[in-house]
C-alpha cells in the first residue's frame, strides 16, 4: 500500500488477555520503529528493526511486551495478560534507513478494561 | 532535567504571524527529527536534521550541533498549522535509541 498500515485500529481487551498489533510498513522500508502515546502523554519509543532484527529491545515497558518482525516486512507488537497501565495508541512507522524521515501509521488505540 | 525539552509549552498566535518553537538537548545526537501531531492524533514528519538548516514550504527547521540546539519556524502561520509539534532525538551512542521532546502546543487563531 502507498502507506503504513496499521491493525487493528481499535482494541478494546480484558484485563489479563493478550494482544497482538500488526504494522504493515511501506514497501521497500527497512527500518521499522514502534511507539505508543498513553492519553495525555509524549511519544515513548518501544523498539526498532533494521529489516528483521532489533538491536535493543530495552525500550520495551516489561517483559509482557513482544515484538517481531518478519520477512523485513511486517511486524507484530505482543502484549501478554494485558493491564490497564497499557491503554494508550500504538503508533507504527517506517522508514528507507534509520535517519531518514520515517512515515506513522494511523495507530492503533488500545483500551483495556 | 530532561534529556529534550521544548519550548514553549503551549502557543497561541495570529494567522499570519511568524511562529519559533525550540527544542534543547543534553545527549549526544546523531539526527533530530521534528514531527507534527494533528488534533485528531496523526503523526506527520516535518524534518530529520543533523546539521545547518531544511526548508519545506513555510516550515524552516535549523539546528546548531554545538549549542545543542534546534528551532522550528513557521512563517505566515495559518489556522492549519494549529498541531503539537514534537522534537525527537537520535542517540549518538546507541542509534536506535530515540528520545522524544514533550511536544509544543501550537493553536494559529484566524
Known amino acids: ?113 | 532535567k530532561n534529556e529534550v525539552e521544548q519550548s514553549p509549552q503551549n502557543l497561541t498566535a495570529q494567522e499570519g504571524e511568524f511562529i519559533t518553537i525550540n527544542c534543547s538537548y543534553s545527549v549526544g545526537i546523531s539526527a533530530l527529527h521534528w514531527l507534527q501531531q494533528h488534533p485528531g492524533g496523526g503523526i506527520v514528519s516535518l524534518f530529520m536534521l543533523s546539521s545547518g538548516k531544511k526548508k519545506h514550504g513555510r516550515l524552516i527547521a535549523t539546528i546548531n550541533i554545538q549549542e545543542k540546539h534546534s528551532s522550528l519556524h513557521i512563517t505566515a502561520s495559518h489556522p492549519r498549522d494549529s498541531a503539537v509539534y514534537i522534537c525527537a532525538v537520535y542517540s549518538e551512542t546507541s542509534y536506535d535509541k530515540v528520545i522524544f521532546g514533550p511536544g509544543t502546543s501550537l493553536s494559529v487563531i484566524p
Request: with cysteine.
Open chain 1, 1 to 113: 500500500g502507498a502507506g503504513v498500515s496499521q491493525s487493528p485500529s481499535n482494541k478494546v481487551t480484558e484485563k489479563g488477555k493478550d494482544v497482538e498489533l500488526r504494522c504493515d510498513p511501506i514497501s521497500g522500508h527497512t527500518a521499522l520503529y514502534w511507539y505508543r502515546q498513553s492519553l495525555g502523554q509524549g511519544l515513548e519509543f518501544l523498539i526498532y528493526f533494521q529489516g528483521n532484527s532489533a538491536p535493543d529491545k530495552s525500550g520495551l515497558p516489561s517483559d509482557r511486551f513482544s515484538a517481531e518482525r518478519t520477512g523485513g516486512s511486517v511486524s507484530t507488537l505482543t502484549i501478554q495478560r494485558t493491564q490497564q497501565e497499557d491503554s494508550a495508541v500504538y503508533l507504527c512507522a517506517s522508514s528507507f534507513s534509520h535517519n531518514y524521515g520515517y512515515t506513522f501509521g494511523s495507530g492503533t488505540r488500545l483500551t483495556v478494561v
